[in-house]
């Protein structure tokens, strides 16, 4: 079997935009195609990624509308919606095409637009957030994202004695981080003090443990492998690529702290690898909220549960740890516009590969993975790409 490689990568910067999805996501593809060196008429498929759109935006039908504003109209183009795993599932389809020869040359993406730009303000839009909760027994209840995962904090900290405080020192080592990534949403230091001082949103997190409401676009050109070498753009392997899901709802999960899914992902990635925890040079994480970031870091291997918020305050996760995660700012502070996120993070694992990450670059980065989660911890995508030898 061929592996596929990404040879192009672009996203938009993170925030607020004005403009309409096709003009922002044509950014991220049109950057994504010129980094690969690629002309339009290579493409042979399109991934798309939108969670929000038909809610958000009254803007259906995507993936064809998209295309044909970017000039790739008469190829097979399909929309994912997965939460906010959503593009990481384009990603992973479009792997597979390309890795058993159903297509040479895909565009894989997403697009989303969750800021006030919309004419959408905090409450709408988390209300639409939480229709990715269970209908019948979550939504009713009025439970929200940062409800969901301050709940799975919260077990986190009873089960094992994690702390606000720890908790806070991801968000700051997140926004240091942000600083050095030109296109991250809120581009500055934070302290412990200013997390814990931020109003409450969802006991235990505070304003300053949440990702914002972002806008934004990514994209990535993946290629076979064989035919990476006829591209421009400096070739990254993807090595491996794992996807499960655990129950929804929370009630129905056998625990709430193990994020079952990234766990069963991350096994079926590291295997298709040939990789283990201790492989990994540095790592994009999903943290959506602070304490996201921890679960994440336990259910990839990097640190034994329970440990999670130690390392973090410990500075174990900062660009110069023993393990970075989330070099570009993560969700944190780089941003979270949902149907973006996915290949924003295949994006910087690219850069970072490459070598070519500047200041928040991660010293010998041979090999890296992306953590992208959907909804109440129930889809999980993990993907390993390693530097070309
Ligand atoms: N991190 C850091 N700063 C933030 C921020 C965040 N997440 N969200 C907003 N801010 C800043 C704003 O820039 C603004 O700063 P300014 O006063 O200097 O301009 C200030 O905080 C207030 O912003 P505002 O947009 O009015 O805040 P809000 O109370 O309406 O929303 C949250 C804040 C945290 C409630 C909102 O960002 C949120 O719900 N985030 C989570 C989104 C989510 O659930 N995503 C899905 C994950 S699964």
Same mark, same amino acid.
């Given at each position: 079997?061929?592996?596929?490689?990404?040879?192009?990568?672009?996203?938009?910067?993170?925030?607020?935009?004005?403009?309409?999805?096709?003009?922002?996501? #044509?950014?991220?593809?049109?950057?994504?195609?010129?980094?690969?060196?690629?002309?339009?008429?290579?493409?042979?498929?399109?991934?798309?990624?939108?969670?929000?759109? !038909?809610?958000?935006?009254?803007?259906?039908?995507?993936?064809?509308?998209?295309?044909?504003?970017?000039?790739?109209?008469?190829?097979?183009?399909?929309?994912?919606?997965?939460?906010?795993?959503?593009?990481?599932?384009?990603?992973?389809?479009?792997?597979?095409?390309?890795?058993?020869?159903?297509?040479?040359?895909?565009?894989?993406?997403?697009?989303?637009?969750?800021?006030?730009?919309? !004419?959408?303000?905090?409450?709408?839009?988390?209300?639409?957030?939480?229709?990715?909760? @269970?209908?019948?027994?979550?939504?009713?209840?009025?439970?929200?994202?940062?409800?969901?995962?301050?709940?799975?904090?919260?077990? @986190?900290?009873?089960?094992?004695?994690?702390?606000?405080?720890?908790? #806070?020192?991801?968000?700051?080592?997140?926004?240091? @981080?942000?600083?050095?990534?030109?296109?991250?949403?809120?581009?500055?230091?934070?302290?412990?003090?200013?997390?814990?001082?931020?109003?409450?949103?969802?006991?235990?997190?505070?304003?300053?443990?949440?990702?914002?409401?972002?806008?934004?676009?990514?994209?990535?050109?993946?290629?076979?492998?064989?035919?990476?070498?006829?591209?421009? !753009?400096?070739?990254?392997?993807?090595?491996?690529?794992?996807?499960?899901?655990?129950?929804?709802?929370?009630?129905?999960?056998?625990?709430?702290?193990?994020?079952?899914?990234?766990?069963?992902?991350?096994?079926?990635?590291?295997?298709?690898?040939?990789?283990?925890?201790?492989?990994?040079?540095?790592?994009?994480?999903?943290?959506?909220?602070?304490?996201?970031?921890?679960?994440?870091?336990?259910?990839?291997?990097?640190?034994?549960?329970?440990?999670?918020?130690?390392?973090?305050?410990?500075?174990?996760?900062?660009?110069?740890?023993?393990?970075?995660?989330?070099?570009?700012?993560?969700?944190?502070?780089?941003?979270?516009?949902?149907?973006?996120?996915?290949?924003?993070?295949?994006?910087?694992?690219?850069?970072?590969?490459? !070598?070519?990450?500047?200041?928040?670059?991660?010293?010998?980065?041979?090999?890296?993975?992306?953590?992208?989660?959907?909804?109440?911890?129930?889809?999980?995508?993990?993907?390993?790409?390693?530097?070309?030898?």
């Amino acid at each position: 079997m061929s592996r596929a490689t990404v040879v192009g990568a672009g996203m938009t910067e993170f925030g607020p935009h004005d403009r309409p999805l096709e003009e922002l996501f #044509a950014d991220a593809a049109f950057a994504s195609i010129d980094d690969a060196g690629a002309t339009l008429d290579e493409i042979d498929a399109f991934y798309f990624g939108n969670a929000l759109g !038909g809610q958000a935006e009254g803007d259906t039908h995507l993936a064809p509308k998209l295309a044909t504003h970017v000039g790739l109209q008469g190829i097979p183009c399909q929309r994912f919606e997965d939460a906010c795993a959503t593009s990481s599932n384009a990603f992973k389809h479009a792997v597979q095409a390309v890795e058993s020869g159903v297509h040479d040359v895909a565009l894989v993406g997403g697009v989303e637009r969750c800021t006030p730009e919309t !004419g959408l303000g905090t409450g709408e839009m988390t209300e639409i957030f939480a229709s990715a909760a @269970h209908r019948q027994y979550e939504q009713p209840a009025g439970l929200t994202f940062p409800g969901v995962f301050a709940l799975l904090a919260k077990r @986190h900290m009873h089960e094992y004695g994690t702390t606000e405080a720890q908790l #806070a020192e991801v968000a700051v080592k997140n926004h240091h @981080h942000g600083r050095y990534n030109p296109n991250a949403h809120f581009g500055r230091d934070a302290t412990v003090e200013e997390v814990l001082e931020s109003p409450t949103v969802a006991d235990p997190f505070h304003l300053m443990d949440c990702c914002p409401f972002s806008d934004g676009a990514s994209a990535v050109v993946v290629v076979a492998d064989d035919l990476a070498e006829n591209f421009a !753009g400096e070739p990254v392997s993807v090595a491996g690529v794992g996807h499960s899901t655990d129950a929804v709802p929370l009630a129905d999960k056998a625990s709430l702290t193990e994020t079952r899914a990234a766990r069963d992902a991350a096994a079926e990635a590291y295997a298709q690898a040939d990789v283990t925890p201790d492989d990994v040079d540095f790592a994009e994480v999903h943290d959506c909220f602070t304490g996201a970031e921890v679960l994440a870091i336990e259910a990839l291997g990097f640190f034994e549960d329970g440990t999670g918020g130690r390392a973090a305050a410990e500075g174990r996760t900062y660009l110069d740890g023993d393990i970075p995660v989330n070099p570009s700012g993560g969700l944190k502070a780089k941003g979270h516009p949902i149907g973006a996120t996915g290949t924003a993070q295949i994006v910087e694992l690219t850069g970072q590969l490459r !070598g070519d990450a500047g200041r928040r670059q991660v010293e010998g980065a041979a090999t890296g993975v992306a953590h992208n989660l959907g909804g109440d911890a129930a889809t999980t995508v993990v993907t390993v790409m390693e530097a070309r030898t």
